[in-house]
């Protein structure tokens, strides 16, 4: 009993620690100890702007309208195709410890990727991926994936790399380089639900037989009542923010 209302209590208050909750709490009573309608306004909207898009609702609401589209595929289910092309994005190249390949949470995608070769669905990987930094461009991701695929279990002759591409666009260029100068046929796209909307708009021009393998989902259950998810977080402020993102670029490609 103690211990239950230990662990209860800690939880909720220990969100009243962590600085995002604080802020909300801070700029609410400033909005009520503030004097003047227009100074409440000019401190309420850009917070409610924030709170707004750092709730679980909204967050899951704009994940869910890209993954909705692409439902869970049993492993056993997978077609066998010419090789498993995986897209970056799950390697930090900025890391404190340099050259070491550390894992983000996309990690799902390289994941997939070595259990759909591991099953025999596909002879080849093909990981895609440079730099997508700016003005940072010493680490390639496919470089820093090759070690980690190596010690994976997949045969070196069995992985094809490709560091040049800066974007989802550029993968699909590079990829269709080599895809092309290996006679391949049929590919099985590996990347993230929320990204595979855009990324088989820019596969689909490659004239491949293409079998699309979403992995790492990042909506939540609708019908869970977890205490987090009535609270205000980076997590669900980031989660909105990568949703927005897929969005803008689904549109500008499909302008392009």
Known sequence: MIDSLFFSLSKILTVFLFPFPLFFLFSFLSILLVSGLRKKILIGVPVLFLYFFSNSCVANALIHSLESEFKVVPLESVPKSDVIVVLGGMIQTISVNPGRPELTESADRLVDAVRLYKLGKAKKILFTGGSGLLLESRYKEADLAKGLLLDLGVKEEDLWIESNSRNTWENAKESKIILEEKQTKSILL????????????CFSKMNLQIFAYPTDYRGLSKESSAFDLWVPSPGFLELSTLALKEWVGIFVYSWK
């Open 190 to 201: 590996v990347t993230s639900a929320f990204h595979m909307k855009r990324s088989l708009g």
